[in-house]
Structure formats: C-alpha cells, structure tokens
C-alpha cells in the first residue's frame, strides 16, 4: 500500500477535539500496537501518533483509511455515529462535517460495509487537491452539482452532472473540483476489497456475511 501522503496540518486540534482520542481507543480496542495500524492505514507510526494526540488534523483520505483500518466509519471516528441503526436519513438530520477543506453529510448507516457520504468539494487549491488515493476496495460516486476532475492512473476524466464513475481504488486516483463553484457529488466506498478485511471486521461484524476478496 502507498503511504498516503502527511500533508500540512489540516487545522488546530480544537477544529475536531473527538478524533484523537476516538482513534486512539479505538486502536487500543482493536489490540493493534501503534505500528501495526499505521502499516495497515498505510501512515508512518509518527504521524498516526501526532493524529492520536491532537498535534495534527486528518484529511478525509486518512480517516477514510483509519475507517478501514479499524472496521468502522468516517462518521463514527468523528462521533457522529447513532446509537440506533436507523435505515432512513433524513435530510434536516445529516450535519455538515468540514475535514481537510472537503464537506461532507452521512448518507448512509454507520457500521456497514459500505460507507456512503454526500461531498462538496471546494474550486482552487486545497490540501487534498493533489493527493493521489491508492487503496483496497471500490468507489462510485455521482455529480449532483458542478463538473469533476477525475484524475485514473494516467487519465483526466471531466465528469458533468449525472454523470458518474465507478472503479477500483486500487488504481491511483485524485479528485478536484473542475468549475468556479466547486463540486457536489455522492460518494460509496466499501470496506470489504481488501486483505485485512479479517482484520478490519472482526468475528462479530463477520457474522452471516460472506465475502471473497
């Protein structure tokens, strides 16, 4: 797995006070030492450590990588995650989150093997901009506002509204917004494409669901 890359930090520690401490129990839990799950969420032990005290911000790559890492979501490493599993979202309760320039709402359950988030992506330079994704599992997202500059190995895709894409995420790829207002897209990711996903699940998430990687 590429390291994703560190980055600047994204903003200071009071911006999101839950995660530091969310991801260091949430380590703990998973009985993985500090090297191990920096190796899986493909981090260095020092910069996973900086995330678990506070001293640096997470991008959204990187939580999304941690989520894996730990079997769980975006929105739960963020304390969004209800208490009860409600299959109906509605739309006056999905609160804005603000993670490495990006904006996204939970669109979808928390727990599940497949994390669904709507994401305005910001016009102009941010610090997610230029980061290149390679990681296990599959995306798909749809562009509801705007266009969207997909970047695929070597191959700049623009996708206008309606359109969408859907792909391994094996293959390096980079978002960006491709007009003046930024872009609105819905976005699904799975955790299960991956070798860890013994790992990441757990015997009780693991229970009645079947899965070849």
């Known amino acids: 797995m590429t390291p994703l890359p560190e980055g600047p930090a994204d903003g200071p520690p009071s911006e999101l006070p839950s ?12 009985g993985l030492t500090l090297e191990a799950a920096a190796r899986v969420a493909g981090l260095s032990p020092a910069h996973l450590s900086r995330l678990e005290t506070a001293r640096r911000q997470p991008s959204l790559p990187m939580l999304l990588a941690l989520a ?10 963020l304390g969004e995650a209800s208490a009860e599993r409600d299959p109906i979202l509605r739309a006056d309760r999905m609160e804005a989150s603000r993670v490495g320039g990006w904006t996204y709402w939970r669109a979808g359950g928390p727990g599940r093997a497949m994390q669904a988030l709507r994401v305005h992506v910001p016009a102009g330079p941010g610090p997610q901009e230029d980061l290149v994704r390679v990681h296990p599992g599959e995306e798909w997202l749809y562009v509801t506002r705007g266009r969207l500059r997909l970047t695929l190995g070597e191959t700049v ?31 699904v990711h799975t955790l299960l494409q991956s070798g ?3 790992l990441c699940l757990g015997d009780a998430a693991r229970g009645g669901r079947h899965h070849t990687p």
């Not at 890492?69 to 929105?75: K, P």
């Not at 792909?167 to 003046?180: C, E, G, Q, V």
């Open 68 to 77: 894996r890492t730990y079997g769980t979501t975006v929105s739960d490493l």
């Open 19 to 30: 995660v530091a401490p969310r991801l260091r129990d949430l380590r703990r839990r998973s």
């Open 157 to 187: 895709h623009v996708l206008a509204v309606g359109d969408a894409a859907h792909f391994d995420s094996l293959t390096p790829h980079r978002i960006a917004a491709a007009s003046s207002g930024g872009t609105d897209l819905l976005f």
């Open 196 to 198: 860890t996903a013994d």
